[in-house]
């Protein structure tokens, strides 16, 4: 399994990311990563040898961690009402299995949100970055599933709602 943190920071998606990982998972931090902006030059269309022309670290380690697994978890904080630049940047990087579908077949991708809000404040905005995901996983990943929000200082302050939380999503991802 991998597990994207896509905070620019790493605290409370890396924390809930650390938890969920299992020994034998990869935890990726994007923000000390360099990850380039995507040039929407549509080379990765026909030639996929290297998956993209840009050479950082998502074309040289992101991809292949990627196509090593069959479950991803994303976390990301949410800016603006909406996912962080980061994790929007990774996406835009998708675009090699975008034209090569084939290549992420069987791979089933979850997101855990996070924010200073409540669930109920941000319910709206939740649902948007659900049916945002819903939409992606129609041309790029077999299956997608939204696995909770956490409100940051709230639930992850709280220690035994925290582990309940926690212990859920374990229980989804291994069903």
């Known amino acids: 399994m991998l597990l994207i943190n896509c905070s620019n920071r ?27 902006f995507c040039l929407g030059c549509d080379r990765c269309k026909n030639n996929l040898e290297n998956y993209c022309i840009l050479d950082d670290d998502i074309a040289n ?27 929007k940047n990774l996406i835009d990087r998708m675009n090699p299995f975008y034209h090569h579908p084939e290549l992420f077949e069987g791979k089933k991708v979850y997101l855990i949100l996070t924010g200073q809000t409540s669930k109920e404040e941000n319910a709206e905005e939740i649902n948007n970055i659900i049916k945002y995901f819903e939409g992606l996983s129609e041309w790029l990943f077999d299956d997608f599933e939204f696995l909770d929000y956490f409100q940051g200082y709230n639930d992850l302050n709280n220690e035994i709602n925290y582990k309940e939380k926690i212990e859920k999503i374990k229980q989804k991802i291994n069903n």
């Open 10 to 36: 790493e605290k409370n998606c890396f924390k809930i990311l650390d938890d969920i990982k299992n020994d034998n998972d990869s935890l990726l931090s994007l923000s000390n990563k360099n990850m380039k």
């Open 61 to 87: 380690i992101v991809y292949q961690e990627m196509l090593n697994t069959n479950k991803i978890i994303i976390a990301s904080p949410m800016y603006m009402s909406n996912i962080n630049g980061i994790l």
